[in-house]
């Protein structure tokens, strides 16, 4: 076998099974190789940042890696964006990018460029492999690397002669490695504090917004009346009817000051200590009030649900929880169509067990309050502020869970940066429904503009936050990549899209202008 060939077989033995791809000359061994070995589905993105999104949102949701094949530092960069959110969400994921042959990267031929210094900027592992021979181990300790706890994007730089030459026997499936344990005399100190009668917050990220990380919080603070707390961008969170409530942080700095106001300790549960998105002029750059003592319970590399257990346990925590949201479908709002309506409309039809990939920004600011009551779902979040990662996650999120359906609740400006990942849906036959928040502006950004006290921008800044002139016509775009698309000017006729979208399985996409 090849090193292409061993490099294929070696991911499907290490449990990933889809590459996306971008490929290019370095990478057609890799190509070629898709149909000499079994197991690998391999999908096209028609730019890099959608094969890199939809990696993360593959991995947020199948809960492994899934592979991307990149071609070299354009195709890398190009791919960027995207595999920083995936960093920042802790995603495991394998990044292969193709290099020249090792003999011809001296010649200095036009695409090459340092790839090592792109690469540096969200990679926890990378390697260079040095010979076809070697390429199986490399894979195997990719996959291993990416696995890590609690998660990180694994590199591999691969040459075209490592892909062609002569390459030996394929890696077995790494060992999967274990989060390190908290030992028991922090649990142990941790649950003296939460005995005690000053305020307390439980600070949780990462797969402790999930339901088994959820309940034991919930547990833990029936026991105590801690507060649970979350930040506001988190990988994956499972939320919905019957979920522990977690109060996730906003984005401006005032109301997250105002919601930790109070607190004694803070408790952190395999998370960072939260930060304010920006510095802003004469505002306060820091979120934990004053005299608040910050804790760590698990750091994300620890095994916090193991802590939480033991943590649950040490305290007597009752099998009940604190707070859980409600099964309250609303009634369907009626007359003019606002983001706040889309949501509810959204919160009424939504099927069990759906998956939110929310990049609506604006529209979504108060999604959260909006969507009480709706069957258990999974939310998916922007977790590094780079704009342009909710289509492509939302389609790697189906491509992870079929039989689920997913909506991508999308505002215009970030949608425009890998509009491409609708193509791929269309291709895949992937159950995606996209909602376009079409407010035709950088609306957030003339909110910043107001907030320096610029209430009315001139007529050039007023031009590069407008997106009108001449306006987007998302139903003409879908339809060019072959998504089913329709606009909705009024709440009726986005509830019957909706429900329309809801019953067909397949790609949709509803252009909803505010
Ligand atoms: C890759 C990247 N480029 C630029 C930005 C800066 N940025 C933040 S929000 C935004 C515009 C958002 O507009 P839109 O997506 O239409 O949402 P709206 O504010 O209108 O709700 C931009 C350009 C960013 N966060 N990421």
């Known amino acids: 076998m090849n090193g292409a060939q061993n490099l294929l077989q070696s991911l499907v033995n290490g449990g990933v099974e889809v590459c996306f791809t971008n490929p290019g000359t370095s990478e057609m061994h890799f190509i070629a190789a898709l149909d000499q070995v079994r197991g690998m589905r391999a999908v096209l993105g028609l ?10 949102g593959y991995a947020r949701m199948a809960g492994k890696p899934a592979a991307t094949l990149l071609h070299l530092g354009p195709g890398l960069g190009n791919g960027f964006a995207n595999l920083h959110n995936a960093r920042r969400a802790n995603t495991p994921l394998v990044n292969i990018v193709g290099d020249h042959a090792t003999y011809h990267l001296r010649h200095d031929p036009p695409l090459t460029t340092d790839i090592e210094s792109i690469v540096r900027g969200f990679s926890g592992w990378v390697r260079r492999s040095r010979s076809a021979a070697d390429v199986p181990a490399d894979a195997a300790d990719a996959i291993a690397s990416a696995m890590s706890p609690p998660g990180r994007v694994a590199t591999l730089i691969l040459p075209a002669d490592c892909s062609w030459g002569e390459s030996g026997e394929p890696a077995p499936a790494p060992a999967t490695p274990r989060p390190t344990p908290v030992e028991p005399a922090r649990i142990r100190q941790i649950a003296d504090l939460l005995r005690r009668t000053e305020p307390v917050v439980l600070f949780l990220s990462g797969t402790l917004c999930m339901e088994d990380g959820l309940r034991l919080a919930g547990r833990i603070a029936r026991a105590t009346n801690a ?23 906003p ?11 109070g607190a004694a300790h803070l408790v952190l549960v395999g998370s960072p200590a939260p930060v304010p998105f920006f510095a802003w002029l004469g505002k306060p750059n820091w979120i934990i009030p004053e005299g608040c003592r910050t804790h760590v319970l698990a750091t994300p590399e620890e095994d ?6 033991g943590l649950a346990e040490e305290l007597g925590a ?33 099927p069990e067990n759906a998956i939110v990939s929310d990049e609506g920004v604006t529209s979504s600011r108060d999604a959260e309050g909006w969507t009480v009551g709706a069957p258990p779902h999974d939310w998916l979040n922007v977790t590094g502020g780079s704009i342009g990662q909710g289509l492509p996650v939302a389609t790697g999120a189906a491509l992870a869970c079929p039989g689920r359906k997913v909506f991508a609740m999308e505002s215009d400006g970030a949608g425009m940066y890998t509009l491409q990942a609708l193509w791929t849906q269309a291709r895949e036959r992937l159950d995606v429904v996209t909602v376009i928040f079409a407010n035709r502006a950088y609306r957030i950004l003339r909110g910043e503009l107001k907030q320096m006290g610029i209430a009315e ?21 879908a339809e060019g990549m072959g998504v089913p698309g329709s606009r909705a000017l009024s709440c009726e006729a986005f509830a019957d899209q909706l429900r329309d979208a ?13």
């Open 47 to 56: 730019f890099e940042g959608v094969c890199t999104g939809a990696a993360d």
């Open 227 to 249: 507060r649970i707390m979350g930040n506001r961008v988190n990988g994956r969170t499972q939320r919905g009817a019957g979920r522990v409530v977690v109060e996730r942080l």
């Open 251 to 261: 984005y401006p700095i005032e109301p997250s000051l105002a919601m930790l106001r």
């Open 304 to 309: 916090g649900l193991g802590a939480m257990r």
């Open 318 to 350: 009752p099998s009940d929880v604190s707070a859980v949201y409600p099964y309250q479908r609303p009634p369907l709002p009626t007359g003019e169509i606002t983001a706040e309506k889309v949501w509810r409309t959204l919160t009424a039809l939504m």
């Open 457 to 477: 921008p001139g007529p050039k800044a007023a031009a590069v936050l407008d997106l009108g002139n001449p306006d987007l016509d998302w139903v003409k775009l």
């Open 502 to 514: 809801i019953q067909h399985p397949g790609p949709r996409l509803i252009e909803v202008v505010l």
